[in-house]
């Protein structure tokens, strides 16, 4: 692919992203995530098909008080909440055992796109949806992923346009990116 004809989402995605089973339990998930520095990564099914993406949002949701994240908010101050770290693992560890499949965004409410979407309206889809894009081809009812677009896969589109010749490496700085299943984040 020219990276200099930055048209659509497949000129941006990154293909055959990282991906969960549904069965891999939030543990495994979490530590998958942290080893490689992912925000999110797609889960799917033995034959590919895209069920939802698990991220640390999920993982912060597991931590907050159910009070909380009630849809009329009971608590909208929580300062008065004071948990130490080892309560705050206790917990993740109580679901840890879980199949990921369990407690990931289902795809009913993600946003996706499809390969051929514009590169504008990807764009305006990973602003308001604040999260990675999978990246789907539709077949009947089910949804094939091909690949996924981070912020990250976007502003190192962008960045090879504007710095030509340089790289992540040559700032002098180890980044660690934040990613959902690209290797390359």
Not at 163 to 176: D, K, V
Request: hydrophobic share 40%; charged share 25%.
């Amino acid at each position: 692919m020219n990276e200099h004809n930055l048209q659509d989402t497949h000129s941006i995605m990154t293909a055959n992203p990282t991906t969960l089973a549904p069965d891999e339990t939030v543990s495994d998930a979490g530590r998958k995530m942290y080893q490689a520095h992912y925000r999110s990564m797609p889960v799917v099914d033995a034959e590919g098909s895209f069920i939802g993406l698990f991220s640390i949002y999920r993982l912060i949701e597991i931590l907050l008080p159910k009070a909380a994240l009630a849809k009329h908010g009971s608590l909208d101050d929580l300062s008065f909440v004071h948990p130490k770290v080892d309560q705050l693992v206790d917990k993740l560890q109580d679901f840890g055992n879980l199949p990921v499949v369990e407690v990931l965004e289902k795809k009913k409410r993600l946003t996706v796109c499809k390969p051929n979407t514009s590169l504008m309206e990807m764009l305006w889809l990973l602003h308001e949806g604040h999260s990675s894009l999978p990246v789907v081809i539709v077949k009947g009812k089910k949804m094939r992923l091909v690949g996924i677009v981070s912020y990250w896969d976007v502003l190192s589109k962008v960045a090879t346009r504007l710095f030509p010749g340089e790289t992540e490496s040559t700032s002098g700085e180890e980044l660690a990116p934040q990613s959902s299943g690209n290797p390359a984040e």
